[in-house]
C-alpha cells in the first residue's frame, strides 16, 4: 500500500546534498512524496558551482525520475551569474523550481 506523504522537506528528514551519491538517496527518500523541497542550508557550496557538476546531476536526476523539487534560494544571484540564469529558466519548469521562500515552495509543490 502506498501512503500519500504530502511534501518532504529535505532537513526535517535528515536530508542534505554534499555529493553526487546524496542525490540518489534523496530519490529514494522522496517516492511517494509530492515532492521534496530544499533550502539553500541542505545544499553543499559546490551545489552552487555549476562547474563542480553537482547542481547538473541533481537536476538531471530529478527531472529523469519525474519527481518535483523545490529548491528554497531567496537571492540566486548571489551564487554568480550563471547560478542566477539557471534559477530563472527553471522558473517554469514542471519539475524542478527555484523559489524565493518556503511558503512559494510549498504551494507548487502541492499545486
Not at 1 to 15: D, F, P, T
Not at 23 to 52: H, K, M, W, Y
Request: proline share 4%; glycine share 8%; aromatic share 10%.
Amino acid at each position: 500500500m502506498s501512503e500519500e506523504r504530502g511534501v518532504l522537506v529535505a532537513s526535517e528528514a535528515g536530508i542534505s546534498i554534499r555529493t553526487v551519491r546524496d542525490v540518489t538517496d534523496a530519490i529514494g527518500a522522496c517516492f511517494g512524496a509530492e515532492g521534496i523541497l530544499f533550502t539553500e542550508e541542505d545544499l553543499a557550496p559546490e551545489f552552487f558551482n555549476l562547474r563542480s557538476g553537482l547542481a547538473g546531476e541533481f537536476l538531471q536526476k530529478f527531472v529523469n525520475y519525474r519527481l518535483r523539487v523545490a529548491l528554497v534560494v531567496p537571492h540566486p544571484e548571489t551564487h554568480g551569474e550563471r547560478f542566477k540564469e539557471l534559477a530563472y529558466e527553471h522558473r517554469s519548469h514542471p519539475l524542478v523550481r527555484f523559489v524565493h521562500s518556503r511558503a512559494e515552495a510549498e504551494t507548487w509543490l502541492r499545486g
